[in-house]
Nanobody, 124 residues
Framework: QVQLVESGGGLVQAGGSLRLSCAVS????????VGWYRQAPGKERAFVAR????????NYADSVKGRFTVFRDNARNTLALQMNSLKSEDTAVYYC?????????????????WGQGTQVTVSS
């Protein structure tokens, strides 16, 4: 069974930094895209960042470009999200995701494996 476990969430002041980690078991992340989504209160889950498998390419939501960086460690079967210059609007539950089929993209809910989420709260 594939399991994704996030860690590193918490409470931070605006302007601060956090690093989220996601440990994947039950399946190698080699050859698959991985990334992060978030769900703010009262909103739908939204894409944050993605990193492909080969010649790793990344893309980010416009709202986090220049502040967040996504990493992957295929040997350790982990991914991470470094979040800098945090803003109150970054407050959300953050989910890591591993594509079920694609090496480049993260699709809709059924196209990925998901973690259980970790809360990030940014105080202003």
């Amino acid at each position: 069974q594939v399991q994704l476990v996030e860690s590193g969430g918490g409470l931070v002041q605006a302007g601060g930094s956090l690093r989220l980690s996601c440990a994947v078991s039950g399946r190698s992340i080699n050859r698959y895209a991985v990334g992060w989504y978030r769900q703010a209160p009262g909103k739908e889950r939204a894409f944050v960042a993605r990193i492909s498998w080969s010649s790793p390419s990344t893309n980010y939501a416009d709202s986090v470009k220049g502040r967040f960086t996504v990493f992957r460690d295929n040997a350790r079967n982990t991914l991470a999200l470094q979040m800098n210059s945090l803003k109150s609007e970054d407050t959300a539950v953050y989910y890591c995701a591993v594509a079920r089929y694609s090496s480049n993209t993260l699709g809709g809910d059924d196209a990925n494996y998901w973690g259980q989420g970790t809360q990030v709260t940014v105080s202003s």
